[in-house]
């Protein structure tokens, strides 16, 4: 199949059309089109394409999704001087802007092509429902990309003909009739495609129902709480269609995965608990390099001390009021009696014997510098998570925190904040580039996410719809469950936000850590004065450290801090992004600027 895929990619590209520019809008050559919706092979063939515009672990360096991460309060780049423009208020307006704005109209332009040549080709009403159905889908998925960054954008009902600039550059849709026409796109193809994507035919993991509503789950989570908390109307609309889709698939997929490091660690995801979609990796035919990354000498990303501050004690209870939290130093404390993900999310401390290059290493004559390595020996029955870190070729890392000012000779594996991300690294990865774990697209762990917090925007969340979401993500990290009569206190919380609905995005940043939602996030929530507050790291002895980290405030110990304090507040034209200078001269001033840029 993955070969099949990129064979089809191939020919597509050769006989179709041209996309160097999204603005080309006439067929280069009719015939081939005709012929490539003749019948229902070739049209499958085109759709093939619109695959690879999921973002997965990309082929090669940081995906963009993580990029946006460094744009958020939890995580931050593990290099000097690689500060967020969002955060430090420098963004640009761009001449152009490929991957944000052009992209997703080359693939508009795509599924319009598709759309309307459907009803020429020879295939039955119910086909043509089907793949009609398919474009819709990916239409939907480019709008939405769009309507998020840029608020009001242009909408392209067809393919567009040479004497269609005024449409393209007329003025630009408001966000209310993009927004609900990419919600009718979503509930045609709900309604009419291949209930099992016609997996006989099409093959597994491809655009079923089950993919359809776990995009108006995510679409409806994302708009309804953006029109909430920016004063617009019908906020209502989209949380009841993330509840509807939601509540489906929760009824269709009744398990997730025992094993939180496997829905980014596995060689396959097919057939996967809670997995609806994901992107394959194959050794030799498409890989990646987002699995070594973490242990290249590249420097890679970090979680703050935010964080780390986000997983709750095993007890169900924040770091500031359990008693089984034991303080942040030694370094050993503060991961002790934790949610389990945490440990697959960052590595936990350690020491050992094996400097320089080694692959080879021993242990220490210090109990505690082990204590994580056998604790992870006892989670990770593959080995894949296991303990001590290595770079991505096999040399071992002598000690975590391995902070890039102390590394031993060490350049790989690096930390600035003491907490480097390591989700996604694995022993599976050692000495292979490119890596193939497969990426999860669309799975149940975000789509309970969205349903327990439309529901409590709603005002409808109680202990059973908990109990069947939050509670059973938190089951899986070793977490008590959350009891909302009995809400412990948290000092953190920002007191705007409902405690309970705290709880629900707690637990929304600590299961989606890292998976590029959290940017968007503080966006629709319009809370992105969380990414303004300075990123600190772990509580250090500055001698132990041979006084080479920086600690705030110059104390001889306390948080790592190698970023300075942004400029606040967050600048309210921020929350959208600023339209390609080219665009608004092509339409001769029809395309406005949004306010502020």
Request: hydrophobic share 35%.
């Amino acid at each position: 199949m993955k070969l099949f895929r990129i064979f089809i990619a191939i020919v597509v590209f050769i006989l179709n059309y041209s996309c160097e520019d999204f603005l080309e809008r006439t067929p280069k050559d009719e015939l081939s089109i005709e012929s490539t919706f003749s019948n229902y092979n070739t049209i499958k063939a085109y759709a093939w394409n619109f695959y690879n515009d999921f973002l997965g672990y990309g082929t090669g360096g940081n995906p963009s999704f993580i990029q946006e991460e460094f744009s958020t309060d939890l995580m931050a780049r593990s290099r000097r001087n690689a500060y967020s423009p969002w955060i430090w208020q420098t963004v640009e307006i761009p001449a152009t802007d490929v991957a944000n704005y052009s992209q997703p109209f080359e693939g508009i332009r795509r599924c319009n092509i598709m759309i309307d040549n459907i009803d020429q080709s020879g295939i039955s009403e119910s086909e043509k429902n089907h793949w009609r159905s398919v474009a819709y889908f990916f239409k939907a998925y480019y709008y939405m990309d769009l309507v998020n960054k840029y608020g009001d954008i242009t909408w392209v009902e067809n393919t567009l003909k040479d004497d269609d600039d005024t449409i393209l550059y007329g003025p630009r849709t408001s966000r209310d009739i993009v927004a609900a026409n990419i919600l009718e796109l979503l509930e045609y193809a709900e309604n009419n495609i291949n209930p099992d994507g016609n997996i006989n035919v099409d093959g597994e993991n491809t655009i079923n129902v089950h993919v359809v509503r776990a995009l108006i789950s995510r679409f409806g989570i994302r708009e309804g709480t953006w029109r909430k908390y920016h004063g617009l109307s019908g906020s209502e609309t989209y949380l009841s269609a993330a509840i509807s889709s939601s509540e489906k698939l929760i009824e269709a997929y009744p398990n997730i995965m025992a094993d939180y490091s496997k829905v980014y660690c596995s060689e396959s995801l097919a057939g996967a608990d809670g997995i609806i979609l994901y992107t394959q990796y194959e050794e030799s035919v498409l890989g990646h390099t987002f699995g070594w990354y973490p242990g290249s000498s590249n420097g890679y990303c970090d979680l703050t001390r935010k964080a780390i501050d986000m997983y709750l004690m095993k007890d169900g209870q924040t770091r500031w009021t359990s008693p089984m939290f034991e303080g942040e130093y030694p370094y050993n404390n503060e991961f002790r009696n934790r949610d389990l993900r945490l440990y697959y999310t960052t590595p936990p401390p350690y020491k050992i014997i094996g400097p320089g290059v080694t692959t080879n290493w021993d242990y220490t004559d210090t109990p505690s510098d082990r204590e994580f390595i056998d604790i992870m020996d006892t989670l990770s029955t593959d080995g894949s998570k296991g303990l001590p870190m290595r770079a991505w070729s096999g040399p071992v890392v002598q000690k975590v925190p391995h902070f890039s000012d102390n590394n031993y000779g060490q350049t790989w594996s690096i930390t600035l904040t003491g907490y480097q991300y390591s989700k996604l690294f694995t022993r599976l990865n050692e000495g292979l580039r490119p890596c193939i774990n497969d990426s999860p697209v669309f799975r149940m762990g975000e789509v309970l996410l969205n349903y327990a917090e439309a529901k409590m925007e709603l005002g409808d969340f109680n202990q059973d719809i908990c109990d069947a979401t939050i509670n059973k993500l938190r089951a899986r990290g070793g977490v008590a469950s959350l009891d909302i009569l009995n809400i412990p206190d948290d000092p953190t919380r920002d007191p705007l936000v409902d405690p309970v609905l705290w709880e629900i995005r707690r637990e929304r940043a600590v299961e989606l850590m890292g998976d590029g939602f959290r940017f968007n996030d503080l966006r629709r929530w319009k809370k992105m004065d969380y990414a303004t507050e300075r990123k600190l790291g772990k509580y250090i002895v500055a001698a132990e450290e041979n006084n080479k980290v920086p600690i705030l405030n110059g104390a001889s110990e306390g948080y790592a801090a190698y970023e300075e304090q942004p400029p606040t507040p967050f600048l309210e034209h921020y929350y959208l992004y600023p339209i390609p200078t080219n665009e608004i001269t092509l339409s001769q001033g029809q395309i406005k600027q949004n306010p502020g840029w």
